[in-house]
């Protein structure tokens, strides 16, 4: 059993920390909010993420998991302090550090042994050095300490099976031995383990997660030719991705990216590159067919209703993907804006998000369900695929609605199937079948 810190108990910390715990190791999870920190000790959880509650639960009661908002009590006794602080983007679509800098502060001021410090955010190339200038300027006397970059790969919705069962586990340091220590803490998670050099692990992440974005806006892409020349690209998908050099995943056409990492990573990387003098084409270009995305389908619907001055339109989910209450970036938040402007009144009904979305998305009238929501509407745009969307009894909608119009922005129906029920239905890039 070894003892390890964890600082932050946001989605990175809180996961890294109750999976650990679930390893067998003893974790203290610190947080300098102590609202946070209190809630945690009651059992509420600051974040909805299915099977967390478990987990964090389970290891709390079997006295593994303890949280903390004492850095001395926090780092005593352990050789390892992951840091799991969020980087939100800056102005200019830089990662704002202030959190990163504030954790290797404190923890500079209140170690007491040799300690392994290992950083999970994400964070730019060459902040793994900085850290441990930080740590050398703050130390109140000198205590020997090594810098380890370990990204996390979590996929929000699906964080804790992607900690357990991940595809590799990246270990980046200027000192192999500090990073053998830190891999013996992910051997139970049996995934290959690539060992390299600080900055290169750094952007590892980057790279991985900006060529995912990249899979996303090129099928966009593909998925706006195909409608210009009558190809379904949901059938496109599936006959590239069975090409094992391309594979299947990540080539869902839709609203396109959102969420807390990707729009900001893909930034982030392409400021650091600018930075130097460099021109991110490819980047850019990622990122403008993600922003068209939210706009075409306003347009799209304006093809199919007309005019949106007094239609009334429901958004059918909110979050920035299924299975999370997440609206970092999440598309609907612009789309509402957009109708808004445009003079429609906006409702929506989501499984789990509108309490969060509420603030961020004003005079958009919330519904406890999607038949009441749909009553009376002009439209429907279907804006997050949530599973419970793919059983709605649509005949019922259909009698509900002003007009049976529906823009399914994540591709959930089939064409045929809406035209025989009645509606008048688009998809995205779904060439095909709206030509016939
Ligand atoms: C992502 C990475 O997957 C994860 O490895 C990293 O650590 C954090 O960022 P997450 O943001 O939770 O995880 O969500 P993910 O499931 O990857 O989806 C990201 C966005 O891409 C969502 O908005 C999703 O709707 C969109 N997406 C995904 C598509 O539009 N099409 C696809 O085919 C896949």
């Known amino acids: 059993m070894k003892q390890i810190c964890v600082v932050g108990v946001g989605y990175v910390g809180l996961v890294t920390a109750a999976c650990f715990a679930d390893l067998g190791n003893r974790v203290i999870a610190l947080d300098v909010n102590e609202e946070k920190v209190k809630g945690l000790q009651k059992g509420i959880m600051p974040i909805f993420e299915p099977g967390l509650k478990e987990i964090v639960e389970r290891n709390v009661n079997s006295k593994r998991l303890t949280f903390s908002t004492s850095y001395p009590e926090a780092l005593k006794g352990t050789e390892f302090a992951f840091i799991g602080v969020g980087t939100p983007s800056g102005v200019d679509g830089e990662a704002d550090l202030q959190y990163v800098e504030a954790s290797a502060r404190a923890i500079a001021e209140n170690m007491s042994a040799p300690l392994i410090i290992i950083n999970k955010s994400t964070v730019p190339v060459g902040t793994g050095d900085w850290v441990a200038d930080i740590v050398q300027k703050h130390q109140p006397h000198s205590i020997p300490f090594w810098v380890v970059s370990c990204p996390e790969f979590l996929r929000e919705g699906s964080a804790i099976a992607d900690f357990m069962q991940p595809h590799r586990t990246v270990l980046g340091s200027m000192d192999r031995d500090a990073a053998e220590k830190v891999a013996q803490l992910h051997l139970p998670l049996r995934a290959p383990i690539v060992i390299t050099d600080l900055r290169t692990a750094e952007m590892i992440k980057y790279a991985s ?20 020349l009558g190809a379904d690209v949901k059938e496109v998908a599936v006959g590239m991705g069975y090409d094992a050099r391309i594979g299947k995943q990540f080539l869902d056409a839709g609203l396109g990216y959102g969420g807390s990492c990707f729009p900001k990573d893909v930034k982030a990387l392409a400021y650091m590159a600018a930075e130097k003098g460099r021109h991110p084409q490819l980047l850019n270009a990622v990122m403008e067919i993600n922003d068209d995305q ?19 339109i429901g958004l059918l989910g909110l979050s920035f993907k299924p299975n999370t209450d997440d609206m970092r970036d999440a598309p609907a938040i612009t789309i509402a804006q957009r109708l808004q402007a445009e003079g429609a009144t906006v409702r929506a009904y989501d499984p789990v998000s509108m309490e969060v979305a509420r603030p961020l998305m004003p005079g958009v009238e919330m519904k406890d369900d999607p038949y009441s929501m749909a009553e009376g509407c002009d439209a429907l745009m279907i804006i997050t695929e949530w599973n419970e969307f793919k059983q709605l009894d649509r005949p019922r909608l259909r009698q509900l609605m002003h007009k049976p119009v529906i823009f399914d922005g994540r591709n959930i129906y089939e064409p045929d199937d809406m035209a025989k029920i009645g509606f008048v239905y688009r998809g995205v890039g779904r060439g095909y079948a709206f030509s016939r």
Not at 212 to 226: D, G, P
Not at 298 to 311: R, S, V, Y
């Open 294 to 312: 939210r706009l075409k389908a306003i347009n799209i619907l304006k093809e199919m209703t007309g005019d949106l001055k007094g239609k009334t």
């Open 209 to 228: 997660n900006a060529f995912l974005a990249t899979k996303i806006s090129f099928i966009n892409e593909i998925a706006t030719i195909c409608e210009a």
